[in-house]
C-alpha cells in the first residue's frame, strides 16, 4: 500500500507564495519520477512541473520562473515552491509518484489534492 498526502494549499493574493509538500508513504523499493498537476474548473489536468530522481526538473512554460520544483529523498517528499503567483493559478494541484513497490510494475500514485485559489 502506497499512499501520497498533500499539503501547502490555501488561498493567496496575487503576487503572494505558497509551497507545496507531497510525502509518499508505504511500501516503497523505489521512488522514481515526481511531479506536480493542477486541475482548473472545467478544464483538464496538466502538468506543472516534474523532477526525476536524479533531480532533473521540467515545467509548464505558464510557470517557468516563478515555480521551483525539488525533492528529498531521504523522506520520499517531493515540494513545489510558488511564487508570483497569479488568479490563473487558481486550480487543484495534486502530486504524481512513479513508485516500484518491488510487487510487479512501478506504477503511478496520486495524492488526494490541494486545492490553491489565488485571488485578492
Known amino acids: 500500500q502506497v499512499q501520497l498526502v498533500e499539503s501547502g494549499g490555501g488561498l493567496v493574493q496575487p503576487g503572494g507564495s505558497l509551497r507545496l509538500s507531497c510525502a509518499a508513504s508505504?511500501?516503497?523499493?523505489?521512488?522514481?519520477?515526481m511531479g506536480w498537476y493542477r486541475q482548473a474548473p472545467g478544464k483538464q489536468r496538466d502538468l506543472v512541473a516534474a523532477i526525476t530522481s536524479g533531480g532533473s526538473t521540467n515545467y509548464a512554460d505558464s510557470v517557468k520562473g516563478r515555480f521551483t520544483i525539488s525533492r528529498d529523498n531521504a523522506k520520499n517528499t517531493v515540494y513545489l515552491q510558488m511564487n508570483s503567483l497569479k488568479p490563473e493559478d487558481t486550480a487543484v494541484y495534486s502530486c504524481?509518484?512513479?513508485?516500484?513497490?518491488?510487487?510487479?510494475?512501478?506504477?503511478?500514485?496520486w495524492g488526494q489534492g490541494t486545492q490553491v485559489t489565488v485571488s485578492s
Open positions: 508505504g511500501s516503497i523499493f523505489s521512488l522514481n519520477g
Open positions: 504524481n509518484a512513479h513508485i516500484d513497490t518491488g510487487w510487479g510494475p512501478a506504477l503511478d500514485y
